[in-house]
């Protein structure tokens, strides 16, 4: 790979990773996994993101660097 390419390369991890999110209801325990792309990690864990059918919410458990 030349210089130039790595240099490349590697801005553009810096710019963009890729974060795997698993999170479960809070009342029935089913599992939400998504896949999201960013800086940064986009949630915390403990973290209620979205809404569960069974009308609890989806609480951050787990966050992975891709």
Same mark, same amino acid.
């Given at each position: 790979? #030349? &210089?130039?390419?790595? !240099?490349?390369?590697?801005?553009? !991890? $810096?710019? !963009?990773?890729?974060?795997?999110?698993?999170? /479960?209801?809070?009342?029935?325990?089913? %599992?939400? #996994?998504?896949? +999201?792309?960013? %800086? #940064? &990690? &986009? /949630?915390? $864990?403990?973290?209620?993101?979205?809404?569960? &059918?069974?009308?609890? %919410? !989806? +609480?951050?458990?787990?966050?992975?660097? +891709?």
């Amino acid at each position: 790979m #030349t &210089p130039l390419i790595s !240099y490349i390369s590697e801005l553009l !991890y $810096l710019i !963009y990773m890729m974060w795997i999110v698993t999170a /479960y209801c809070d009342l029935c325990r089913a %599992k939400r #996994t998504l896949e +999201v792309e960013g %800086k #940064t &990690p &986009p /949630y915390h $864990l403990g973290d209620r993101i979205e809404e569960c &059918p069974c009308g609890g %919410k !989806y +609480v951050v458990e787990e966050i992975i660097e +891709v």
